[in-house]
């Protein structure tokens, strides 16, 4: 089975959305990923068009018929998450919330990850979104609640992505990455290890904090990846504040 996915931080209201927007959906137009996996996703009437919050207009926009909007942060009128656009069939969802250390100064914002499984063509795909907290220790235990979590669903094969806020050489990749039973694969380090793959900040690039990650490492073979959004359209205006990962994957196991 193969399959096409991607992954951005789309950086909420921020900038000049509705010009932001139109870039976005261009993108997606263009690379027809079967699966979205989107940060920052903001539900806010203020700024709402037409009633729908983003995740919605980026559907109508690029015409995905199923999509799932998994809020983080909620207040009466405004709410912040996960998003997910598929092609597909989402046969089931899941939350998991990352409890909040009241002790740390750094981690002040809610964070959750979600989980779908999508029908497929030929088979179900778990996928996993999820964007992690700016505080080092918060990352850690979210990372290790996570894995415990996703492998406590299922034995199946597993893809997660988004913005992880850390550096591939963090204590919270090298959990994921080593620690982790089974432990994951990093698909663009398979595919271009000579690479940076540096995702933000989108105008000049130079960390590297989004990822596509799957396990086990022999259930899948990446058959490209690639990075998105780098360029700035006449005004000087990017897709968003990170760059895009696509990747194609294709199940082995």
Known sequence: MRLKVMTLNVWGYNGDWERRRGLIGELLQR???DVVGLQEVCDWRRFNAEGDHQLHQLARLAGYPFSHFQPAYRRPDKMLGQGILSHHPLVAVACLPFPQDPNDPKDTEDRVAVWT????????????????????????????????W??????????LMGDLNDAPNSPTLRFLLCEATPPLADAWALAHPDEHGFTFPSHAPQHRIDYVLFAPPDAFVVDDIHLVGDTHDANGTYPSDHLGI??????IA
Do not use: C, F, N
């Not at 696509?246 to 199940?251: E, F, G, T």
């Open 117 to 148: 499984q999508v029908a497929m063509p030929d088979g179900i795909v778990e996928i996993a979104v999820t964007h992690l907290s700016l505080s080092p220790m918060a990352r850690e235990r979210s990372v290790r609640r996570l894995v415990d």
């Open 31 to 33: 690379e027809q990923p």
């Open 150 to 159: 996703l492998w406590r669903r299922s034995d199946a094969p597993k893809i």
């Open 246 to 251: 696509v990747a194609v994957l294709r199940i």
